[in-house]
């Protein structure tokens, strides 16, 4: 339900002193005290509703109590009165909350805290969860906020309050004084994570060069030569009119081929150089450290964790 909807605010307190706080902030931004509704348990009353003279006996208790745990002179300036209640027990009231309280103790036709916060716009299944907190001990607050709803639940909890909406995240002060997390703080948790980062190192480099290499090579080359052939034919003695003459020759030059070697440089292949890359998968490991949230309970206090899922 929209809050702008809603007519009474209601404050839930684990602590009195804390509560008279809340009322006295609540009449300071001008709410009035016909307004303003307490009630809480009287921890210090005995007896019930049995008989006439154990009932004194509890409504003196439940005064002493409640001043004990307003403070010096309880000023709460609600009108505070003692009450016993059929089912109930004994309880401390005041203002518009005290009045019906007083009504019912007086035969008015409500139903004890239930009815009250019902007559006061509370819907009856919020009604039952505070009647819980009550029978557990704490104390109520209520406001008729005529319009003014978010400012009297900032009072409230601003000084420690807490409803059935935020009772999940709401802490108090325990019953031996020691000091909780105020309502609605957080606690951070932190845990440490692994970053890898890459730096590129040298790791080696090639060099490539050329070297000379002498080998011995053979080819066959094919020469020509020319040769003297000589022929010796018989001729028949028939007579020639030739003189003999001595010193008489035939020259016949003879030629034949010289091979001669030239070298020249050719190109047989080529060699490319450069670089690649090639990408490869390393594992690598810490050791990290994170927080846990531990919590410890001293005396009775009840603890709501609300699951939250993390991104």
């Known amino acids: 339900m929209n809050s702008n909807n809603r007519s009474t605010v209601i404050g839930v307190f684990h ?21 303003i509704g307490m009630v809480a348990q009287d ?7 049995g008989t006439a003279s154990k009932g004194s006996h509890a409504t003196a208790g439940a005064v002493a109590g409640v001043a004990a745990g307003a403070g010096v002179g309880a000023l709460w300036a609600l009108g505070i009165a003692a009450n016993i209640l059929p089912g109930i027990g004994p309880v401390v009231s005041g203002g518009i909350l005290g ?34 907190e009550f029978k557990s001990g704490r104390i109520l607050v209520t ?19 807490y409803n059935r909406e935020t009772a999940g995240t709401a802490t108090a002060t325990s019953t031996v004084g020691a000091a909780q997390t105020a309502a609605g703080q957080t606690v951070q948790v932190h845990e440490e994570q692994l970053h890898a980062h890459k730096t590129p190192v040298k790791t080696g480099e090639v060099h490539v060069r050329k070297d000379v290499v002498t080998e011995q090579r053979n080819i066959q080359v094919p020469v ?26 035939i020259r016949i030059p003879v030629a034949e081929e010289r091979v001669h070697v030239d070298k020249e440089t050719v190109v047989t292949g080529e060699v490319s ?11 690598v490991s810490g050791t990290v450290r994170k927080e846990k949230v531990r919590i410890e309970k001293e005396g009775d206090v009840e603890v709501h964790q609300d699951a939250v899922t993390s991104k």
């Open 15 to 35: 602590d009195a002193g804390q509560a008279q706080q809340a009322v006295r902030a609540l009449k300071d931004a001008g709410f009035r005290e016909d307004q």
């Open 43 to 49: 921890s210090e009353a005995t007896g019930g509703a």
């Open 99 to 132: 009045s019906i309280l007083a009504s019912a103790a007086g035969g008015a036709a409500v139903a004890g805290v239930v009815g009250a916060l019902v007559g006061l716009g509370i819907p009856e299944e919020d009604a039952q969860y505070y009647e819980g």
């Open 143 to 161: 406001v008729k906020a005529d319009g003014r709803y978010d400012e009297a639940w900032a009072i409230l909890h601003r000084h420690g309050a």
């Open 224 to 249: 020509t030569r020319e040769e003297v052939v000589i022929e010796h034919r018989p001729v028949s003695g028939h007579a020639s009119a030739a003189d003999i003459r001595t010193g008489e020759e």
């Open 273 to 283: 150089v450069g670089k690649r890359k090639v990408t490869d998968t390393e594992q």
